[in-house]
């Protein structure tokens, strides 16, 4: 069974950053697009960025500048940089993997973690 275990959200200044982590185990045969999501209390799961396994990489405009992602295929984990936090980044962020078994092409989830930015 494959699981996402994320890591190195909490609580942060303004203007603060914050590195995040999601670190893939299990039977894997290899990992197609990773990224990272995004759910702000009362609102919809939001696509924050994601980088395809040749390292192409998209982002949220309300992140672009700021937030960047990156993967290390042989650790099979992906990372989300946030500089230059705001409030309105508070969300629990969940990682997200298109992951390879030897009898499938399965999409997994991470268990999120909170991130809190103070003003």
């Known amino acids: 069974q494959v699981q996402l275990v994320e890591s190195g959200g909490g609580l942060v200044q303004a203007g603060g950053s914050l590195r995040l982590s999601c670190a893939a185990s299990?039977?894997?045969?290899?990992?197609?697009?990773m990224g990272w999501y995004r759910q702000a209390p009362g609102k919809q799961r939001e696509l924050v960025a994601a980088?395809?396994?040749?390292?192409?990489?998209d982002y949220a405009d309300s992140v672009k500048g700021r937030f960047f992602i990156s993967r290390d295929n042989a650790k099979r984990t992906v990372y989300l940089q946030m500089n230059s936090l705001k409030p309105e980044d508070t969300a629990v962020y969940y990682c997200?993997?298109?992951?390879?078994?030897?009898?499938?092409?399965?999409?997994?989830w991470g268990q999120g973690t909170l991130v809190t930015v103070s003003s």
């Open positions: 299990g039977s894997i045969f290899g990992i197609n697009a």
């Open positions: 997200n993997m298109g992951v390879m078994t030897m009898a499938t092409i399965t999409e997994v």
């Open positions: 980088i395809t396994r040749g390292g192409n990489t």
